[in-house]
């Protein structure tokens, strides 16, 4: 399948008319709702991020990790770089919180469950190592990561009460609304299996991220917008924004060196997170604009590592358009 060129075309939407509309005093000095503003805010100051992987595994992996998984997924899962993986969590913990007060004097942090799916295993092994992090001094609250499939009602149940008594975001990853290009993924999903739990997740009263990577193969601009569309119409509570970057050792990998795809430059990159991000609803809280792999496995697109220059052309595209988050949110 070949990547698809995405072009901005649609007519600008200036400050000076429909977008006064959606101001939203969290934006501060950014054209977008930064969810590290919104922490600030509630917090008093800077919270960081401390990401863990308690050994957890997730369906398409099998119990011992040694599945394929999902098209992009690496052997250490997506996104998963410098975790001190054979500690305990709480000494995982203490290693990112040594990091970050010697490099930020930080003092608040999130214990972020990341590699692989971290609902999947049974509810008193999830309340053990979800206590442990919560047990580390500085850290105000969980954020975990799993899958649509990985969340049945007692799990749901569960994270309910980690809500009710710390501060706490369920992190899901859907990647796109459109099952073919899920199937392509071998996400092993349909969107109609991440409706259900992002619903009784809300039902519950849970805080929710959602995961979208832009400029999947195959994908066109008008699908890409479509799920955009969708988790405004949602009224998401956050989002994150990946950009398809392969990695060594994948499948995905597999198919960029026989080149049967293609990746998106980075002036395309830019102009679509701004599109998508017009589109979301203005109170949804963003907590991620791109990413990057890590350097030694990364094959494409490698602009990407120049993370800042591409959030800096990001805000400029911003500028240039004069528009800002929800400015054409319909929903």
Same mark, same amino acid.
């Given at each position: 399948?070949?990547? %698809?060129?995405?072009?901005?075309?649609?007519?600008?939407?200036?400050?000076?008319?429909?977008?006064?509309?959606?101001?939203?005093?969290?934006?501060?000095?950014?054209?977008?709702? /930064?969810?590290?503003?919104?922490?600030?805010?509630?917090?008093?100051?800077?919270?960081?991020?401390?990401?863990?992987?308690?050994?957890?595994?997730?369906?398409?992996?099998?119990?011992?990790?040694?599945?394929?998984?999902? /098209?992009?997924?690496?052997?250490?899962?997506?996104?998963?770089?410098?975790?001190?993986?054979?500690?305990?969590?709480?000494?995982?913990?203490?290693?990112?919180?040594?990091?970050?007060?010697?490099?930020?004097?930080?003092?608040?942090?999130?214990?972020?469950?990341?590699?692989?799916?971290?609902?999947?295993?049974?509810?008193?092994?999830?309340?053990?190592?979800?206590?442990?992090?919560?047990?580390?001094?500085?850290?105000?609250?969980?954020?975990?990561?799993?899958?649509?499939?990985?969340?049945?009602?007692?799990?749901?149940?569960?994270?309910?009460?980690?809500?009710?008594?710390?501060?706490?975001?369920?992190?899901?990853?859907?990647?796109?609304?459109?099952?073919?290009?899920?199937?392509?993924?071998r996400r092993g999903h349909d969107y109609a299996t991440f409706a259900k739990a992002y619903r009784t997740a809300k039902e519950r009263g849970l805080r929710v991220c959602v995961h979208l990577i832009l400029g999947l193969p195959g994908e066109s601009?008008?699908?890409?917008?479509?799920?955009?569309?969708?988790?405004?119409?949602?009224?998401?509570?956050?989002?994150?924004?990946?950009?398809?970057?392969?990695?060594?050792?994948?499948?995905?990998?597999?198919?960029?060196?026989?080149?049967?795809?293609?990746?998106?430059?980075?002036?395309?990159?830019?102009?679509?997170?701004?599109?998508?991000?017009?589109?979301?609803?203005?109170?949804? /809280?963003?907590?991620?604009? %791109?990413?990057?792999?890590?350097?030694?496995?990364?094959?494409?697109?490698?602009?990407?590592?120049?993370?800042?220059?591409? /959030?800096?052309?990001?805000?400029?595209?911003?500028?240039?358009?004069?528009?800002?988050?929800?400015?054409?949110? %319909?929903?």
């Amino acid at each position: 399948m070949q990547g %698809t060129i995405l072009v901005h075309d649609t007519p600008l939407c200036y400050l000076s008319s429909t977008c006064d509309r959606w101001h939203n005093p969290l934006m501060n000095d950014k054209p977008y709702n /930064l969810f590290s503003s919104h922490l600030k805010k509630r917090f008093g100051g800077r919270v960081h991020k401390i990401s863990v992987d308690a050994g957890f595994s997730c369906p398409n992996r099998g119990a011992t990790r040694n599945q394929p998984g999902c /098209l992009f997924c690496d052997p250490d899962g997506s996104g998963a770089v410098g975790i001190e993986r054979a500690l305990p969590v709480a000494e995982q913990i203490e290693a990112g919180k040594e990091v970050m007060v010697r490099k930020y004097k930080a003092r608040h942090f999130l214990a972020y469950f990341q590699p692989f799916s971290n609902t999947f295993a049974p509810v008193e092994r999830l309340r053990g190592l979800y206590d442990e992090a919560l047990s580390v001094e500085g850290v105000v609250g969980l954020a975990v990561g799993t899958r649509p499939d990985c969340l049945p009602p007692g799990v749901l149940d569960l994270l309910a009460e980690y809500h009710r008594r710390s501060y706490f975001w369920l992190e899901l990853g859907l990647q796109s609304i459109h099952d073919g290009t899920l199937t392509f993924l071998r996400r092993g999903h349909d969107y109609a299996t991440f409706a259900k739990a992002y619903r009784t997740a809300k039902e519950r009263g849970l805080r929710v991220c959602v995961h979208l990577i832009l400029g999947l193969p195959g994908e066109s601009r008008q699908q890409i917008l479509a799920s955009a569309e969708e988790m405004a119409r949602l009224g998401v509570d956050g989002i994150k924004l990946h950009l398809l970057h392969v990695l060594d050792g994948t499948s995905l990998g597999d198919l960029y060196r026989a080149g049967q795809i293609t990746m998106l430059e980075q002036e395309e990159y830019v102009e679509l997170v701004v599109d998508v991000v017009e589109r979301l609803s203005p109170h949804t /809280l963003i907590h991620r604009l %791109t990413g990057d792999g890590p350097r030694d496995r990364l094959l494409a697109p490698l602009w990407s590592l120049n993370k800042w220059e591409v /959030l800096n052309a990001i805000d400029d595209e911003f500028r240039r358009r004069g528009t800002r988050q929800g400015c054409r949110c %319909t929903s």
